[in-house]
């Protein structure tokens, strides 16, 4: 899909320019509402009052002189340039929880090295950089050095309270405990401590003797756990296992990875989370995680959007076999009406952007998100690679860095590759295609995700694509992986999982 749409995707916005479709998007009134705010101990004033919706904090454009932080409005006004003190540049999506395009903080937080959190409808933001010491309301501050991590989001690294407190010390008084050699060049891993906040939110911190890259952040394949990968380290503690006394988790534990130089912290889950890491200015690396932003809601409560891609004079990508033409509307309309019926099944409560061939306008379909007062969208879609017969498999993007649409979509990527027989090429950050994202996404005021099923131009996967029995297997995977995302505890057996097994020799035949 990616190459062959790029002429299509520039014809269809031209449509949209010409329809001048006025695109309103607003969160349900009852999930958002304005929040008193405060950076370094400084009142935020600003032209118009700063959201909060349960899980991330909208900012006003006009409060970032608050972080010393000047910005560009792009030409598609959905995006701005930041630009930091020290020059370096960043382009931030923008979101659009009211009548005005705003800031979503845990898109900003990464580039200010910020935590913040919420509590009797006041804000608090904290600029961890140990320069930012003072905030300047009416010009940025000469702040030197850019920030490196992703996103923050809940309190900051020293919090009110604690819950599971698994600080070990290194050495007490008196203790002869033979400590680890550490090769040169290892950094090395001091303490490991959990910090509960409340239910939705806790973090991880793990302190290093000097500062290192950040960790890879992981789900295992059976979306069971988080593994944290700390590359060149090496565990200098005497506990390694703790217990914990959390909605997210039931327990951690630190061990060296095999033939690796490379230390692994397990997270074992109770349910899907959201997370971010960034590190701060005392070499400590912190994993934050929270409930997804509509996760919890049962699924009878639940409220979808179910787009299936293209349609009418856009027909997608396309092959041609055996003197027919595979349009990708075609088949992305099958799949999105099984998952629509399955959804329906599960009684939640969908709508879908088209349900016949079709055309609908790119920003036509993210906005009925506002018109219905949605909980999710998801965008059913065909992958080609022209050039590449072999490329192959599930691919599901959320948009640039939004935590929440990328717990679905890990979420939807595990849960389609254990029937489907289709590889896993995960869960991808849309901002690997085009700069500002794909346009369904970046449009999205709730977690949304765009689902490649599969790829039109691999023969192996045609034939997958066209076969009934897969196109329903993919449905339901992709509905329990919605599942899997709002109902809180994991789902290790997607439904119907006893049925695929039985039926995939014959899928795997089909598909020479």
């Given at each position: 899909m990616r190459i062959r749409k790029k002429s299509r995707d520039s014809f269809v916005f031209i449509l949209v320019v010409v329809s001048t479709l006025v695109w309103t998007t607003a969160l349900a009134a009852?999930?958002?509402?304005?929040?008193?705010?405060?950076?370094?101990?400084?009142?935020?004033?600003?032209?118009q009052s700063v959201l909060w919706d349960g899980s991330d904090l909208f900012l006003p454009l006009d409060s970032l002189k608050y972080f010393q932080v000047d910005f560009q409005i792009n030409k598609s006004d959905d995006s701005i340039t930041i630009i930091l003190p020290d020059k370096s540049q960043a382009d931030i999506p923008l979101a659009k929880p009211s009548k005005d395009f705003m800031v979503p903080m845990s898109a900003l937080a990464r580039y200010i090295h910020a935590t913040y959190s919420v509590a009797n409808n006041v804000c608090t933001i904290t600029l961890n950089n140990p320069t930012n010491t003072n905030v300047n309301t009416q010009s940025p501050m000469?702040?030197?050095?850019?920030?490196?991590?992703?996103?923050?989001?809940g309190s900051p690294a020293t919090p009110k309270s604690t819950g599971t407190n698994m600080t070990t010390p290194i050495a007490e008084s008196g203790n002869t405990m033979a400590l680890p050699v550490v090769p040169?060049?290892?950094?090395?891993?001091?303490?490991v401590q959990w910090v509960t906040n409340d239910s939705h939110h806790a973090q991880i911190i793990i302190s290093m003797d000097r500062p290192v890259p950040l960790p890879k952040v992981v789900f295992s394949p059976d979306m069971n756990s988080l593994e944290i990968n700390i590359p060149k380290s090496i565990a200098q503690i005497p506990v390694k296992q703790w217990t914990i006394d959390h909605p997210f988790a039931t327990s951690m534990a630190l061990s060296s990875l095999p033939n690796s130089d490379n230390t692994q912290l397990q997270v074992q889950l109770k349910q899907t989370v959201a997370y971010g890491e960034y590190r701060d200015a005392n070499n400590n690396i912190i994993i934050n995680l929270f409930s997804p932003r509509r996760s919890g809601i049962p699924m009878n409560q639940l409220r979808i959007i179910v787009?299936?891609?293209h349609g009418g004079i856009d027909t997608g990508c396309h092959a041609f076999v055996d003197g027919h033409n595979i349009d990708e509307k075609t088949l992305t309309l099958k799949i999105a009406?099984?998952?629509?019926?399955?959804?329906?099944?599960?009684?939640?409560?969908t709508w879908m952007t088209r349900t016949t061939d079709t055309y609908v306008g790119l920003y036509e379909r993210p906005a009925l998100e506002s018109k219905y007062n949605a909980d999710l969208f998801v965008s059913i879609h065909i992958d080609d690679c022209p050039g590449n017969d072999h490329a192959s498999g599930t691919s599901v993007y959320y948009h640039m860095n939004d935590p929440s649409s990328r717990a679905l979509a890990i979420s939807i990527a595990n849960s389609v590759a254990k029937v489907s027989g289709l590889p896993e090429r995960g869960a991808l950050s849309d901002s690997i295609l085009y700069h500002t994202g794909l346009a369904v996404l970046r449009k999205s005021?709730?977690?949304?995700?765009?689902v490649e099923v599969?790829?039109?131009?691999?023969?192996?996967?045609?034939?997958?694509?066209?076969?009934?029995?897969?196109?329903?297997?993919?449905?339901?995977?992709?509905?329990?992986?919605?599942?899997?995302?709002?109902?809180?505890?994991?789902h290790t057996n997607p439904s119907g999982s006893s049925d695929v097994a039985a039926n995939d020799v014959t899928l795997k035949d089909t598909a020479k």
């Open positions: 009852d999930t958002i509402h304005p929040v008193e705010c405060r950076v370094q101990g400084v009142e935020v004033n600003t032209s000469n702040v030197q050095g850019s920030v490196s991590g992703s996103y923050s989001i040169p060049g290892d950094s090395i891993i001091q303490n787009d299936p891609g009406k099984l998952l629509n019926q399955d959804l329906i099944d599960d009684d939640v409560t005021v709730v977690p949304a995700v765009l599969g790829y039109i131009n691999n023969p192996k996967d045609r034939t997958k694509l066209l076969n009934p029995k897969v196109q329903a297997i993919v449905a339901q995977a992709i509905c329990d992986g919605i599942r899997n995302y709002v109902d809180g505890p994991l």
